[in-house]
């Protein structure tokens, strides 16, 4: 059964620290490339961040410099490292393939105030 589960998330004061962790089962997670994406209220669901199968990392110029995405093929894990986060980072954040899209997962809630 393809599935994703994304879990860290959580309420954290501008300029602190998150990490989002993505469990994906059903696909081969090794051979695909991975992306965190985010969707805030009244917005439209954005890539902010993906790794590819060789380990290359592209991250949205909003993230730059603060967030970094990993991955683990091992326990088929990506991870989103999010620090300095700023309120407009606030959204719910999902994984899923860059291409081809499988079945949405709930996301994970982060909201950054103080």
């Known amino acids: 059964q393809v599935q994703l589960a994304e879990s860290g998330g959580g309420l954290v004061q501008p300029g602190g620290s998150l990490r989002l962790s993505c469990v994906a089962s059903g696909i081969i997670f090794r051979s695909n490339a991975m992306g965190w994406y985010r969707q805030a209220p009244g917005k439209q669901r954005e890539l902010v961040a993906h790794i590819t199968s060789g380990g290359s990392t592209f991250y949205a110029d909003s993230v730059k410099g603060r967030f970094t995405i990993s991955r683990d093929s091992s326990k088929n894990t990506v991870y989103l490292e999010m620090n300095s986060l700023k309120r407009e980072d606030t959204a719910v954040y999902y994984c899923?393939?860059?291409?081809?899209?499988?079945?949405w997962g709930q996301g994970t809630q982060v909201t950054v105030s103080s």
């Open positions: 899923n393939k860059v291409f081809n899209w499988i079945s």
